[in-house]
């Protein structure tokens, strides 16, 4: 018989993977927004053509925050000394203390740079593996992969999104989002479920590169949007499947013939005590419904407000360090994304591959 298992997450946070640094609204053509990834402070901008940029926010000569600087549209002026810096190069342009004589070679100075990419309403930035203690920066490397996009399979569809600082470290919240038997508690809503509808349910799950899927499903029955949904869209099956990958995405699609609903979430760590969720999801369904965009942030909203209300009163008892464990069945995804990151962490360590913690498909049993 399993017995339940001791865990005590330790808030380590992943580098080279692509994280939401801001929402797309939140930085305005040649503005500026300051950002938290990973406890590195960032300054978030466009240039003149719109195209975003992420560079550290201090100044390598003496740590002035670049966001306190002069932004003309290519480059960014510390307020301290005027050193200027390509903004998506980070490479200096001047330093206009410096003489005729004097050869200092201003190229060979950066101040840290990080790849942007925008779409579905976020900037992402990718973070790399930080380099060796007191080195300076140089031009940054080339992502090896490009950042996460929301799933889509049609020409037409409507997107929402919407985001919540959370009080606590990215594990938590992580293993908040993939926690099966909390809906019935956390989310009640007379347009959703009801406690009383707890009902035991098997899923079937499967490794895949960097994370574990719930296979393609029938849609729970306790659900009313689920309910819905199999009345509107008349197919002959309604499935949904949901992904979670490194270092913190669930991806969840829903397909009930030419029509779908789909959704990426992430929990983006700041700190190691506090995180951010951001939800944006695409759909087809419903499309020709009078504010259907509105009507779903709304839902969104409200489940990510019982979240974040949630992790604001689990806090107070985590203040205490408690001792905390997992039970089988319904918490295995949370051993697994444990695991995972631990096998990550130990590969990037040693240079070696990632050992997958799932030997091959497996079947939970839970209750909710």
Same mark, same amino acid.
């Given at each position: 018989?399993?017995?339940?298992?001791?865990?005590?997450?330790?808030?380590?946070?992943?580098?080279?993977?692509?994280?939401?640094?801001?929402?797309?609204?939140?930085?305005?053509?040649?503005?500026?927004?300051?950002?938290?990834?990973?406890?590195?402070?960032?300054?978030?901008?466009?240039?003149?053509?719109?195209?975003?940029?992420?560079?550290?926010?201090?100044?390598?000569?003496?740590?002035?925050?670049?966001?306190?600087?002069?932004?003309?549209?290519?480059?960014?002026?510390?307020?301290?000394?005027?050193?200027?810096?390509?903004?998506?190069?980070?490479?200096?342009?001047?330093?206009?203390?410096?003489?005729?004589?004097?050869? /200092? +070679?201003?190229?060979? %100075?950066? =101040? !840290?740079? *990080?790849?942007?990419?925008?779409?579905?309403?976020?900037?992402?930035?990718?973070?790399?593996?930080?380099?060796?203690?007191?080195?300076?920066?140089?031009?940054?490397?080339?992502?090896?992969?490009?950042?996460?996009?929301?799933?889509?399979?049609?020409?037409?569809?409507?997107?929402?999104?919407?985001?919540?600082?959370?009080?606590?470290?990215?594990?938590?919240?992580?293993?908040?989002?993939?926690?099966?038997?909390?809906?019935?508690?956390?989310?009640?809503?007379?347009?959703?479920?009801?406690?009383?509808?707890?009902?035991?349910?098997?899923?079937?799950?499967?490794?895949?590169?960097?994370?574990?899927?719930?296979?393609?499903?029938?849609?729970?029955?306790?659900?009313?949007?689920?309910?819905?949904?199999?009345?509107?869209?008349?197919?002959?099956?309604?499935?949904?499947?949901?992904?979670?990958?490194?270092?913190? /995405? +669930?991806?969840?699609? %829903?397909? =009930? !013939?030419? *029509?779908?609903?789909?959704?990426?979430?992430?929990?983006?760590?700041?700190?190691?005590?506090?995180?951010?969720?951001?939800?944006?999801?695409?759909?087809?369904?419903?499309?020709?419904?009078?504010?259907?965009?509105?009507?779903?942030?709304?839902?969104?909203?409200?489940?990510?407000?019982?979240?974040?209300?949630?992790?604001?009163?689990?806090?107070?008892?985590?203040?205490?360090?408690?001792?905390?464990?997992?039970?089988?069945?319904?918490?295995?995804?949370?051993?697994?994304?444990?695991?995972?990151?631990?096998?990550?962490?130990?590969?990037?360590?040693?240079?070696?591959?990632?050992?997958?913690?799932?030997?091959?498909?497996?079947?939970?049993?839970?209750?909710?």
């Amino acid at each position: 018989m399993d017995t339940p298992q001791r865990e005590a997450p330790d808030s380590a946070m992943l580098f080279g993977f692509w994280y939401r640094a801001a929402a797309s609204n939140h930085v305005p053509r040649r503005g500026l927004h300051k950002a938290m990834l990973l406890e590195i402070p960032l300054v978030v901008g466009r240039d003149a053509n719109g195209i975003p940029f992420a560079l550290r926010d201090a100044c390598p000569h003496r740590g002035m925050p670049l966001s306190c600087g002069k932004f003309d549209g290519p480059e960014l002026e510390c307020s301290y000394h005027g050193w200027r810096f390509d903004v998506h190069t980070g490479q200096c342009q001047l330093i206009p203390s410096l003489t005729s004589d004097q050869k /200092l +070679r201003v190229d060979r %100075i950066y =101040a !840290g740079s *990080y790849a942007c990419e925008e779409h579905d309403n976020f900037i992402w930035v990718f973070v790399p593996e930080p380099g060796p203690a007191g080195a300076g920066f140089t031009k940054a490397p080339d992502p090896p992969f490009d950042a996460p996009r929301v799933p889509i399979f049609s020409k037409r569809y409507k997107t929402a999104h919407l985001s919540a600082e959370l009080p606590c470290s990215v594990d938590h919240g992580i293993i908040g989002l993939m926690d099966p038997a909390h809906g019935p508690f956390v989310h009640q809503a007379w347009w959703w479920r009801s406690r009383h509808s707890i009902h035991e349910k098997q899923k079937n799950f499967e490794p895949i590169p960097n994370g574990f899927r719930m296979s393609a499903h029938t849609p729970s029955s306790n659900s009313a949007p689920y309910k819905l949904l199999r009345l509107y869209a008349d197919a002959d099956s309604i499935t949904t499947t949901i992904d979670f990958v490194l270092p913190n /995405l +669930r991806l969840e699609t %829903i397909r =009930a !013939g030419k *029509y779908w609903f789909s959704s990426l979430t992430t929990v983006t760590p700041i700190t190691r005590n506090h995180c951010r969720i951001d939800v944006v999801a695409a759909w087809n369904i419903f499309r020709w419904i009078p504010f259907s965009a509105g009507l779903l942030k709304f839902a969104f909203a409200k489940f990510v407000e019982q979240d974040r209300r949630t992790m604001e009163d689990q806090a107070e008892g985590l203040k205490h360090n408690p001792h905390l464990m997992l039970i089988d069945d319904a918490d295995r995804p949370a051993k697994w994304y444990f695991q995972l990151k631990a096998a990550h962490l130990e590969a990037a360590k040693s240079g070696g591959e990632v050992r997958h913690p799932m030997p091959g498909p497996v079947t939970l049993k839970w209750r909710s």
